[in-house]
């Protein structure tokens, strides 16, 4: 199993805040925003003699509702029921169902990179064969022209799978790139996978279209999801597999027969959630605009620093001025401080499947507040000026 670039140099960190180091977190994915009041008094108000098993798919009342209030009535997705819809421990466990179901030892996976980190480790445990097809920074990380797609695909090759709005990249596919896609996965006979967890986190008036809406894909489309974005939830750890093709559901239920039920505290407070206020959201998105921006416009501003402004999510992964992003992160928390503070960076190396690329590229999550990201700019500032005199 690969190490997590997001987490692999946590020792250092805490090795940093032991000798009194303030470490600013750019390199992990977990809000500061509060969850909704609804979820929180969800589990709160809890009136229960026994915390049973719930059914392995979950907790029927909760897909029901995902599948008309949220899925339908929210997201436009039409004609889902709650037998299209296995609750999972988080969007993790979910991605792992639906590429064991899918795919066989030997078996291929196309991947557009930089990817989640989480896709070659998953793929590694299940001797699943990750083909990645690399995007370039110059363009913000846009989809690969349909010729890469073409000439990966080989006789043994099963699925495509994308994070739409993507992780690391923050880029949001457009209604044309994800048409090729599915043009693609049409042709070829093959899954198409897409993590969607970031969906709402789109900017600039632009909307995450998923492919469940896409007709002609409901045998071949499925969904990876999740709460702990969403409603800056991470530690419920609830997510969901979605998709119409019944041989799927029926194979990934083997796997939550195998593990039982997703966590019954997790599901009642997810299935609260639905109930969350659309003005959270709207506040969510326009307080992470103002961080895209300030974060974006404090890049760009650093000497050397090639910074795309990301349309989702809340990431950019960003090429800096140096030799070895993985040295460079470690030595921002080993040796570097100023005003005796330091910001943890995840290095981009871990989120691509080809072995070499990456190394002068970091992802930042602007998921801190703004006076921390002002302070965290001013601290990578000063840091590559002195990792580049060292040098």
């Not at 229960?48 to 909760?62: D, K, L, N, T």
């Not at 006789?155 to 799978?161: C, K, N």
């Amino acid at each position: 199993m690969p190490a997590s670039p997001i987490r692999k140099l946590v020792p250092y960190a805490e090795q940093a805040k032991a000798r009194g180091v303030k470490v600013y977190h750019l390199n992990i994915g977990q809000p500061d925003i509060p969850t909704p009041d609804v979820m929180l008094n969800a589990v709160k108000n809890i009136n229960m003699r026994v915390v049973e098993y719930s059914h392995s798919a979950g907790i029927e009342s909760y897909r029901r509702r995902l599948a008309t209030d949220y899925y339908g009535a929210k997201c436009g997705i039409d004609g889902l029921t709650h037998n299209d819809i296995i609750v999972t421990t988080g969007g993790s466990e979910a991605l792992y169902f639906g590429l064991f179901s899918c795919l066989d030892p030997g078996d291929e996976i196309i991947i557009p990179e930089p990817l989640y980190a989480n896709y070659n480790g998953f793929a590694n445990a299940g001797n699943i064969v990750v083909k990645p097809i690399t995007a370039n920074i110059e363009n913000g990380f846009g989809l690969p022209p349909i010729e890469a797609f073409e000439q990966a695909i080989t006789p043994r090759t099963r699925a495509i799978l994308i994070c739409n709005p993507n992780n690391p990249t923050g880029y949001l596919y457009s209604d044309e790139e994800l048409q090729t896609l599915s043009d693609i996965a049409l042709r070829h006979d093959l899954y198409l996978f897409a993590d969607e967890v970031y969906r709402e986190f789109v900017y600039d008036g632009a909307k995450a279209k998923s492919i469940l809406e896409i007709p002609e894909l409901a045998q071949h489309a499925i969904v990876i999801d999740s709460v702990s974005k969403r409603y800056s939830a991470c530690g419920v750890r609830i997510g969901a597999l979605v998709t119409r093709n019944k041989d799927v559901i029926a194979a990934a239920l083997k796997f939550g027969q195998a593990r039982l039920s997703p966590p019954t505290f997790g599901q009642i407070a997810a299935e609260a959630a639905i109930d969350t206020p659309d003005s959270y959201m709207t506040e969510v998105i326009a307080e992470y605009t103002r961080r895209r921006n300030l974060l974006v416009e404090g890049m760009r501003k650093i000497e050397g620093v090639v910074c795309p402004l990301p349309k989702g999510a809340f990431y950019v992964t960003a090429q800096l001025p140096i030799d070895d992003a993985d040295k460079f992160c470690q030595w921002l928390l080993e040796s570097f401080s100023y005003n005796n503070q330091t910001v943890m960076l995840a290095p981009a190396t871990g989120f691509y499947a080809t072995k070499g690329l990456g190394k002068q590229e970091v992802r930042l999550a602007y998921v801190l507040n703004e006076t921390d990201l002002k302070a965290a700019l001013v601290c990578l500032e000063q840091a590559l000026k002195e990792y580049n005199h060292k040098a």
